[in-house]
């Protein structure tokens, strides 16, 4: 389709900066070569590069969450019936543990929990990452608490403790901007903004950025106008995004202690006595073609 559209693709390259930036057009360099366009489109993480040009003293902070991701082989599980749903949370009195499968039969399983961590400097998050008797630890917290299927689990995590990751759970801050002076320079997604792993909803979001972006640009002739309206939308669906996870999935994987106390301190909400909790039709059912054109009709 990108051929189609003569939409090329350039692999092992390097974005190296904005050289120039004008009403009518963006120049940057990319591998030491510099280029031109009408628009430059930062969808490069939440380290991104493209948004040093539009605000470079913004770092992404660290939410106090930790999660360690593994991989194991399903078949080395018993499970607790042969058609077990192999995408699932396991839920238990020490937290979670999240399966997921990494191929279309579900041979290979990942494993991921995840638990509050005290914020670390640069090298003791190097240091954590590197070691795998740690993150082991890290999954066989409250081991006696978990039923045969998850110390089943747990075991084989730890069985093959080299492939486990960690990955501290990072939040951007509110951005004054998205985008340059011009509009020429526009960034989305976990440039923009992340949110929680746990939600699922990195590459939803970034796709949902996509295509109300150019929704907007078609509907208004402006482009900072069109760049404005956007930004606020999307900003208003990343902030419930964000809290729905934040005080729904992130607490509910915790232990039962964490999550007692959290309750207790007014910081998460007891979700058990919300009979809406997984009325989740505002996330799934959008109409984005019909919110943009409400929201140019209000300007």
Same mark, same amino acid.
Request: negative net charge.
């Given at each position: ?25 963006? $120049? ?24 040093? =040009? ?7 902070? =660290? ?11 399903? +078949? ?54 590197? +070691? ?17 299927? $998850? ?31 011009? $509009? ?54 990343? +902030? ?25 301190? $007014?910081?998460?909400? +007891? ?29």
């Amino acid at each position: 389709m990108l051929r189609e559209r003569k939409i090329e693709i350039a692999y092992s390259s390097r974005y190296e900066g904005i050289v120039d930036e004008s009403e009518d057009r963006i $120049g940057f360099r990319i591998n030491g070569k510099e280029e031109h366009a009408q628009m430059l489109v930062g969808a490069d993480g939440i380290f991104s590069s493209v948004r040093k =040009y539009i605000d470079p003293d913004v770092r992404p902070g =660290y939410t106090g969450i930790l999660g360690c991701i593994a991989h194991i082989h399903r +078949d080395t599980v018993k499970w607790p019936m042969p058609d077990y749903e192999p995408a699932c949370t396991i839920q238990g009195k020490s937290g979670a543990l999240v399966t997921m499968p990494e191929d279309p039969e579900a041979h290979e399983i990942m494993v991921a929990v995840q638990r509050q961590w005290p914020d670390q400097t640069r090298a003791q998050w190097e240091a954590l990452a590197a +070691d795998k008797d740690m993150l082991c630890e890290f999954f066989r917290k409250g081991y006696d608490d978990w039923h045969d299927t $998850g110390k089943q689990i747990i075991d084989q995590v730890c069985a093959a403790k080299e492939n486990i990751y960690a990955w501290p759970y990072m939040r951007m801050p509110k951005l004054k901007t998205w985008y340059s002076r011009t $509009g020429r320079v526009v960034i989305l997604g976990d440039a923009a903004h992340a949110v929680p792993p746990s939600s699922g909803q990195g590459v939803n979001q970034a796709l949902e950025d996509v295509h109300s972006l150019l929704l907007f640009l078609n509907k208004t002739t402006d482009r900072l106008v069109a760049l404005r309206l956007w930004q606020k939308m999307r900003e208003t669906r990343i +902030d419930m995004v964000y809290d729905r996870f934040t005080t729904a999935t992130n607490v509910e994987r915790m232990s039962e202690a964490e999550r007692k106390q959290l309750i207790q301190e $007014g910081k998460a909400k +007891d979700l058990n006595s919300n009979p809406d909790r997984d009325d989740m039709r505002w996330l799934y059912q959008l109409n984005l073609e019909q919110d943009v054109a409400s929201v140019v009709k209000l300007g």
